[in-house]
């Protein structure tokens, strides 16, 4: 969070103070530090640097167009889940030939939009998607590339929900079956088997993981490479962690690139990543301000104008975020701090010790730059808060706070 710190007892994003923020845009409101953006990218390329890896940003952690356009202009590509997440990539300036497409469940359309627009790769979850992939790519006379996304059934030691290259998880093709789906991808007339592809989930605060699913992979990938000229990706996703509360101690990019480079030179593929978190989420705060103190029998809430809509990891994955005082104070109470909907699950912190607040003080919700605004919803009919872009003593807000009427664009009341 070096870049939201304290200074004269007030906290700042790069130069700007983050109460003169909330004076100008309102709140709730998330604000992105675009120098904290280029410093993550930058420190991970470097660690990275001696197999020059494609760094696929993923657009699911953070849709924001400012925030993928600066990545954009850093050289990054992206990793999308979505005709939608393609869409906004495309838009915000990422190359395609700098675009993998994941997710189980990709439609025709979808497929056919990025076959159109002929990205890097399909990371493909399953058989059937990869003929569904070739009877696409047959109808529009193109050819598509895959990566076969590999489950080597590793433990990544996170939340059930954010776990996804164990066993029971439904992504992608067990390492037992790879062999078969990749020859039969290689036979297809409209598909170039290029490589593999793997994540095993999010946040990893430890590399054992990754070497271990590495090991497991790398004479499959040596065999596919010797057999198939096509073949020459292997792409490992993301999940780098961060730091949430002070006490965690995530590895760094040094030590992930000791950990993961001798097994990644030993196989001679070009790398691919794909991080979201590690870039984006010590880059965001979210920003609210306390409506409430109220008191009950068993303890103190601080209701505030944030709530589940805004930020939905708390009550999602039992997420940890930090709790910082606009205004520095060393005062703090025991209690939650809930938003305003009818939910008991409405909770940015719960049963911890917080900063003391009044009516009227603004909080800021840290780590709040991945899996934040994008997981963001109108629940409660609450319009989506606004995001601002900071950069030094610069600062533009990059998404409107949505109105009333947005609330309701699209919707009809039929005539009968
Ligand atoms: C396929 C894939 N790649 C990359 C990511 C990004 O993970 P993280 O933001 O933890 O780096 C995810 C997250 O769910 C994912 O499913």
Redesign the pocket.
């Known amino acids: 969070m070096d870049s939201f710190q304290y200074r004269n007892g007030q906290l700042f994003a790069e130069d700007v103070s983050v109460a003169d923020l909330a004076e100008e845009y309102g709140t709730p409101l998330y604000v992105y530090s675009r120098t904290h953006l280029i410093e993550q990218y930058n420190t991970l390329v470097a660690a990275m640097a001696d197999v020059e890896p494609v760094v696929c940003f993923?657009v699911?952690?953070n849709t924001c167009a400012a925030v993928i356009n600066t990545l954009a202009g850093l050289g990054s590509g992206a990793?999308v889940?979505s005709g939608g997440e393609l869409f906004r990539a495309l838009r915000a300036g990422i190359p395609a030939s700098k675009i993998a497409f994941?997710g189980v469940g990709k439609t025709r359309d979808e497929i056919r939009y990025a076959l159109e627009e002929d990205i890097l790769f399909f990371?493909v979850e399953s058989e059937p998607e990869v003929e569904r992939i070739n009877e696409c790519a047959v109808e529009l006379g193109l050819k598509g590339r895959i990566a076969v996304r590999v489950n080597p059934d590793v433990d990544p030691k996170t939340h059930k929900y954010?776990s996804?290259g164990k066993k029971e998880n439904k992504f992608g093709v067990d390492l037992s079956r790879a062999r078969a789906a990749c020859e039969r991808a290689a036979a297809l007339p409209a598909v170039d088997m290029v490589g593999i592809h793997m994540?095993l989930g999010?946040?990893l605060m430890d590399v054992s993981p990754y070497v271990e699913a590495l090991e497991k992979v790398k004479d499959f990938c040596l065999e596919m490479k010797a057999k198939h000229a096509t073949f020459r990706y292997i792409d490992i996703?993301?999940?780098?962690g961060i730091k949430y509360r002070e006490s965690d101690e995530p590895f760094t990019p040094a030590q992930f690139a000791d950990a993961v480079l001798p097994h990644l030179k030993e196989m001679g593929l070009q790398v691919v990543m794909?991080?979201?978190?590690?870039i984006a989420g010590n880059s965001g705060i979210l920003v609210t301000r306390v409506q409430y103190v109220k008191d009950n029998a068993f303890k103190r809430f601080l209701i505030v104008d944030a709530a589940m809509n805004d930020l939905l990891r708390p009550p999602l994955y039992e997420a940890y975020h930090e709790i910082l005082p606009v205004t520095e104070t060393s005062e703090t109470f025991f209690g939650d701090v809930v938003g305003p909907i009818c939910e008991s699950g409405d909770f940015m912190a719960r049963d911890r010790d917080l900063p003391t607040a009044s009516e009227g003080d603004l909080l800021a919700v840290c780590s709040a730059g991945?899996y934040a605004f994008a997981m963001s919803s109108n629940y409660n009919s609450r319009p989506r808060a606004a995001e601002v872009m900071v950069s030094g003593d610069r600062h533009q807000a990059v998404r409107e706070r949505e109105s009333r009427d947005d609330l309701v664009r699209g919707e009809n009341i039929p005539e009968w």
């Open positions: 993923s699911k952690s990793d889940v994941a990371t954010t996804t994540h999010s946040p996703g993301g999940g780098l794909e991080p979201g978190r590690f991945a």
